[in-house]
């Protein structure tokens, strides 16, 4: 548990992109792109697993994590016989035009994930290919352009499957998908992504063979969605969350659409418009709607609202998780976010805010992003943090502000964040920290303040992270740091650090003594 809590923290400090979608109340999601790690990079492998001479697939496999079969000049056929001991297996750019029942009789012990990826030539997946996958959770039929329809019966047998993904496959009729998707098919099904398939209209009826259906998840990203019935999500009685991302529809299709769960009792929690093309302000029909449902969890990413203000949103006490990031934000003023009580998440990054707006400093916020505010390197702009300026936010547990240039810590910056847990000040473009900085965060775990040279004007002394006895995780690299004085030992009062991070800096000598104050280190 405590390594599993390590990750988490290390995760938000470093501000790193992974394909991680799922939304919850403080970490957001992210942007539906990959950042392939060498482990995820198919490299020759170690284990070549050898090339079957009657279907002309090359499998390999990576120990204790998935086994890959391919061959696009002459893959034409599953290899049936072959042993996998892993519970991943991808298949990926062959030959492959139909998969047949019997294919996957063999292999099926070990696996709980199958992924049928890039598969330009695949048309057809017979009824009953998966029959015997009992154990199977998680299957992608994603990338195979010819794929255009699937049978009544293709996942008979996938009674635990909890997560598909269809991805830009050629399907263009929702119906091709669904009829092979029902609740006695798929009894646990629990999220399911259709995006970037070709749906340009979505009918009353397109969902109605999945009537009693557990699903609770439905992605329709980037699909030339230009118009959605009010009742096409009536079969769905467990839908929480609906992501409608970079589609260009009315307003009106999205307001009555959400009028209609209303009405039916849909459960719906969270809703996903990023990119959607909304500009100067955020609909009004449409928020009004959101404010009469049950959704709590709003993102209007990507769009354009330049300037937030009291009028903005009207009044919303169910919404506890708003993204507004990159909306090319200029000024969010003081009573913009006045009429959600119960707001707790609020992800402002990769807009143009010169400074912390006072329309942010909401005492019940939990979890604050304002990264990446201040342009990029064509084009900076400062950032000011100000002093005092979070003295009300006694809730706060997450403050994001990496990527900006803030210049300057004050010994009052920070003042009044007595709960802060994990603050992020990577790549700040921080020259000078004051003394005592740190100081009113008393129970602080993760401070990430990689990639600042602030030790070029500012001497580590044993007073720069005073305060911080319950400091977890300190990340120092790529801060320009030659040595550190063992006579003003900056590390003196970080008696509860478990990780220290000072890659990427000039040390050539570490004298052994700055150590003897953490007691708890351990990498």
Partial sequence: MKLLLFAFFLRLASHVIVADLDEDDFCPPNWPKYKLTANEIDHPIKIPMGKNEDNGCLCREIPNKRTI???????????????????????KTTQIVEFHKGDFSEIYENLNTLEIEANYYLIKIEGGTFSDMTNLTNMSISYNANLKKLEKDTFEGLVNLKELFLIKNGFTRIPDVTLALTSDVLPSIFKLS??????REINKDDFSSMIGSTLRELNLVLCQTEYIHPETFTSLKHLSVIKLGENRFNVSTVSDLIKNSIELEIPLKTLNLYAVGFRKTPPKTLLKAISNSN????CLARNQFEILKENTFPYMPKLEYLDLREVLALNVTWNAFSGMPNLHTLLLSGNKLPSVPDGVLLEQLTYLDLSTNSGNSYYPSYFSLGKNKFLKMKKLKYLILSFNRINTLFNSTFNGL???????????????????????LKNLLVLNLENNPFVKSSVLTSRLFFGLEKLEVLLLGGCLISSIPKESNPFLYLKSL???????NHLLILPGEIFHPLKNLET
């Fill in 69 to 91: 079969c391919f061959g696009r000049d002459s893959c034409r056929q599953f290899p049936r016989k072959l042993h996998i001991k892993t519970s991943l297996l991808r298949i």
């Fill in 498 to 504: 478990n990780h220290l991070g000072l890659e990427e």
């Fill in 295 to 298: 959704i709590t969890h709003l």
């Fill in 194 to 199: 259709l995006s970037e398939n070709t749906f």
């Fill in 418 to 440: 007595l709960n802060l847990r994990v603050l992020g000040l990577k790549n700040g473009t921080i020259f000078h920290v004051e003394e005592n900085t740190f100081a009113p």
